[in-house]
Structure formats: C-alpha cells, structure tokens
C-alpha cells in the first residue's frame, strides 16, 4: 500500500476545474485509466548515507518494506518512466544508489544495509549477490498492460469520500496499514493557480477483487469518528458521467433558452403586416391547363372578363396555378359571370373553383408572409448598397462635368 498522488485526465474531463496533484506517481483519477509518471525524484549525497543501528523497530523496516515493493509494483510500474528505463539496463536490475534517490524511500532510512534488511521478507524483490542491486524477481513478471488488465483493476477499485482535507498521505497509509491487501492509495486533488489541494476523497486498488469486496461489503468503515462514503470506483464513475450528461443537456437547453428569448422579430415586420391586408372572397383555382398556355394569356382572359388581376401563380407546362383578384370577394362576382366555372384559352378548358376555409386560411397567410419578406428583403437590401455609396460624378468628386472631360487622369 502505498502513495499515488493524480493528475487525471478523466476527471478533467467531467470538470475541467479539476486538476490532480503529481507528488510520487501521477495517475488518472480513474485508476485503470492512469497516465503515470514517475515519482518525483531528488538526488541525495550518498556520502552523506548513514549506518543504521543492528537494531532496527519491525515497523519501520515494514514501512520500507512497501515502499520498494510500491516501486515495483503492478501499479507504478504501469507507467514509471525512470523505473522502466533503469531496468532494461541490466536484467531488472536496480542500484542501490539509484534506489536512494526517490524521496520517499531516503526519507525512511539512507542505510543499505536497513532497507535490504527490511527486503529479506519481501515475496516480490530480489537482492543481488553483491548486495548492492534489487530488482523485481522474475518469478512474478509484470502483467500486461491492456485494456482487460485495466478493466480488472477498475473492478477491484474502491472510492472513499469523507476525509480531512488537510490529511496527508503518509497518515491515509498509518489509517489502513493494517489492510495488507491493498495495493494503491489515490489522493484525488485539484488544481487552483499553482497549487493542488486535497478533495477529501481517494480511490482504494485492492491486490484482488475478492479484497475488494471484503473491504466494502463491511458494515461501517470511518476515518477515526468520520463514517465514510463507500462507492465502487465503476458506480463512482458512472454517476460522474450521468452528472456531465445533465449538466451538458442542461447547458444545450439554456443555451436554446436564450438563443429563442435574443430572436427578434425583423425590424417593423409587425408594421408591414398590419399594412398587408388582402381581402378575402379574391382567390381563384385553375386546374387541366394545357402546357401551351402561358401566364399572361391567363391574365388576359380574366381582364376579358372584367376582372382586377392582382397576381397570378403559375409557370408554363404546370396544370393548375392560382388567381388573386383585386377587391373583397371579387372571385365570387367573377365566378358567377361563368355559367359551368370554366373559361377557354386556345380551345382548352380550364376548371375555375372558388378557395374557401381553410384553404383560402392557408393560402392568403403564404402569401401575406412571402410579401412582408420580400419587403423586408428589399428595404435591407437597399440600405445595404446604399451604405457609403456616392453618386459616379458626384459634386465632391467634380465640381463640374467639364472638369471630368478636361482632366485625362481623371477620366482613366
């Protein structure tokens, strides 16, 4: 069990505030997704390496004990750069002097001797014959590394929330020492300017998910009177993701809110609707139209017949279109002047029908909402070219037409 301390990805991702600290390993929030880093290291003197005394306390030489097998394990060698590079030098093999550079391990003892002393039990680290080289025994070689060994640990992965936020993590590992069954801690931290501050949660990796499941199926578990948060790490990142979800939808649906309440009506549209006014009763059908038949032999023929043609819709080789009469029910005197609601335009005979209801509704609106367009279209469209735009020959360009015909570069 022993320190990783995140800078995740993951999280950052279900909330781009958050940030992880990196201290000894740097990992995803979601363990099985880690993007480790090795653990920050600082070059001691080695001169400087003291002798311990024989008698060392057996706490101390567990504690150091798991700092190594850390090093070593599953987890941080997972993504530890330096480790990975020192070991492919010599067969797994590690100096202890490249061994006193990490931090956390010079901190507890600077003494060959202790910590290979405290190494005689380890079940993962072999000691080399000279006594001046460890590494990971070949007997347990790592795993790989792929996505169903990820899977595996984020099934054996355990979220607890409810601890002080100034605990440290040489405490979080005093708090579950007695756990030999697990294999990480995680800090889970965010970023604020140039500092990471504690969350007051971590993750648990347990070494097997059968620990796992002992671990989180006891009935209470606290940190000294603090009952604790208990989640799989699987559930805890489900409801992270369904909490982006909402607050996604929730950004789309204020953002259609306010993209809705900011859409303004066109300038003096309301203006130019209340002057468009087209009388009803003025809306003629013609169907069975000849494709010879042309658009303004239709007007003509309703001219012939007294009629006030305000527009016609159709278009050559169609076989029907419409009539708008000039004047309120201009299309029922017009009709009652044809005996069958027909008229002959060369030899052929169209239907003529009155629009009424819901068709004549429909029709009229199409045509009231095409008009006020076209006049809006227009008006900008005029101030548009308009804008910054002086007359070819104007006053403040010549004074006179003669200037422009006497002056050869101005003409040019």
């Known amino acids: 069990m022993e320190e990783i301390k995140n800078d995740t990805q993951q999280e950052a991702n279900l909330d781009k505030k958050e940030n992880f600290s990196k201290?000894?390993?740097?990992?995803?929030?979601?363990?099985?997704?880690?993007?480790?880093?090795?653990?920050?290291?600082?070059?001691?003197?080695?001169?400087d390496v003291d002798t311990e005394p024989s008698e060392v306390p057996n706490e101390l030489l567990n504690k150091i004990r798991k700092q190594v097998?850390?090093?070593?394990?599953?987890?941080?060698?997972?993504?530890?750069?330096?480790?990975?590079?020192?070991?492919?030098?010599?067969?797994?093999?590690?100096?202890?002097?490249?061994m006193l550079n990490f931090k956390m391990l010079s901190s507890l003892s600077k003494s060959f001797d202790v910590i290979l002393k405290a190494l005689e039990n380890s079940?993962?680290?072999?000691?080399?014959?000279?006594?001046?080289?460890?590494?990971?025994?070949?007997?347990?070689?790592?795993p790989i590394y792929d996505s169903n060994y990820k899977k595996a640990q984020e099934s054996r992965t355990i979220?607890?929330?409810?601890?002080?936020?100034?605990?440290?993590?040489?405490?979080?590992?005093?708090?579950?020492?007695?756990?030999?069954?697990?294999?990480?801690?995680?800090m889970r931290k965010y970023k604020k300017g140039k500092e990471y501050f504690f969350k007051g949660s971590i993750f648990l990796q347990f070494k097997t998910l059968d620990d796992a499941k002992a671990f989180i199926e006891q009935e209470s578990i606290k940190y000294k009177d603090t009952e604790l948060i208990k989640l799989w790490s699987v559930d805890y990142t489900a409801s992270k993701e369904k909490e982006r979800d909402e607050r996604r939808q929730k950004k789309i649906k204020t953002q259609n809110t306010n993209k809705s309440s900011n859409t303004k009506e066109p300038k003096h549209k309301n203006n130019i609707e209340d002057k468009i006014k087209l009388p009803k009763g003025c809306l003629i059908h013609i169907s069975n139209i000849h494709k010879n038949i042309t658009k303004d032999e239709i007007k003509q023929k309703i001219i012939q017949l007294k009629g006030e043609v305000a527009y016609v819709e159709y278009k050559s080789?169609?076989?029907?279109?419409?009539?708008?009469?000039?004047?309120?029910?201009?299309?029922?005197?017009?009709?009652?002047?044809?005996?069958?609601?027909?008229?002959?335009?060369?030899?052929?005979?169209?239907?003529?029908?009155?629009?009424?209801?819901?068709?004549?509704?429909?029709?009229?609106?199409?045509?009231?909402?095409?008009?006020?367009?076209?006049?809006?279209?227009?008006?900008?469209?005029?101030?548009?070219?308009?804008?910054?735009?002086?007359?070819?020959?104007?006053?403040s360009k010549f004074r006179n037409t003669k200037q422009m015909y006497l002056d050869p570069q101005l003409t040019c």
């Open 69 to 98: 097998e850390f090093y070593f394990g599953d987890v941080n060698m997972q993504r530890d750069k330096f480790l990975i590079e020192q070991s492919k030098l010599d067969n797994g093999w590690i100096p202890m002097t490249i």
């Open 159 to 186: 979220y607890l929330k409810g601890f002080p936020l100034d605990i440290t993590i040489e405490t979080l590992k005093s708090h579950f020492e007695s756990v030999d069954s697990i294999e990480a801690i995680i």
């Open 23 to 47: 201290e000894e390993v740097k990992t995803d929030d979601k363990p099985v997704d880690a993007n480790t880093e090795t653990e920050e290291t600082e070059k001691c003197n080695n001169d």
């Open 317 to 395: 080789g169609d076989i029907e279109g419409w009539i708008r009469l000039q004047g309120e029910n201009s299309a029922i005197d017009l009709l009652k002047k044809l005996n069958t609601n027909v008229i002959t335009i060369n030899d052929c005979d169209i239907n003529c029908k009155l629009l009424e209801g819901e068709e004549e509704e429909a029709y009229l609106t199409k045509i009231q909402e095409n008009m006020v367009n076209h006049r809006l279209n227009y008006r900008d469209k005029g101030r548009n070219s308009r804008k910054g735009f002086k007359r070819r020959h104007s006053p």
């Open 123 to 142: 079940d993962l680290i072999e000691v080399s014959v000279d006594k001046k080289k460890i590494r990971r025994t070949l007997e347990k070689p790592l």
